[in-house]
């Protein structure tokens, strides 16, 4: 009966990290999508200021779920140190991308050239793509560690 508990635990910490890194993965293009101008201005404020926040309160949110459904207590500080784990790493492989940016380049050659008026609005398509694939990975790898503390009932 313990295994198959410790399986469904590490089942629905799993699924948490993959919706946060989910979340983080579509967060910029869809931001690309609605605010095609701000984006395409400012990328570093949108990389550097706006995904974190939203890792942090997703992670904040996640976090909380988790807490409370295996320690039907919540501890908000535990929560909350919990939560800066995931825009860490998102500011971190975001920061790495910036500023190495041949890091994106397999994921960037995925997709072809679409014939647009506009090459440099395609290219800064394809690189959004690139940096939402880190984000994707920043996301799961930041709320796994995170779900790990926040789930420690002490």
């Known amino acids: 009966m313990e295994s198959k508990t410790k399986s469904v635990d590490l089942t629905v910490r799993a699924s948490f990290a993959l919706i946060q890194g989910a979340i983080l993965a579509m967060a910029l293009p869809l931001f690309y999508f609605v605010f095609p101008a701000y984006v395409q ?3 570093g404020l949108f990389l550097f200021a706006i995904i974190p926040l939203l890792s942090f ?3 904040l949110l996640i976090n909380w779920f988790i807490q409370y459904m295996y320690c039907s207590k919540i501890d908000l500080s535990k ?4 939560s800066t ?3 860490a790493f998102t500011v971190a492989l975001s920061g790495l991308v910036y500023v190495f940016p041949f890091l994106r380049t397999p994921v960037t050659q995925l997709f072809t050239s679409p014939s647009t008026d506009n ?3 395609t290219e800064l ?3 959004i793509w690139g940096y939402s ?3 994707l990975w920043a996301g799961i790898y930041g709320q796994t560690l995170g779900l790990g503390m926040a789930s420690a009932c002490v």
């Open 133 to 135: 694939f880190y984000l």
């Open 41 to 43: 201005a400012s990328p």
């Open 125 to 127: 398509t394809r690189e």
């Open 85 to 87: 784990i995931p825009p």
């Open 57 to 59: 309160l997703s992670s």
């Open 119 to 121: 090459p440099t609005e």
């Open 79 to 82: 929560i909350t140190i919990a």
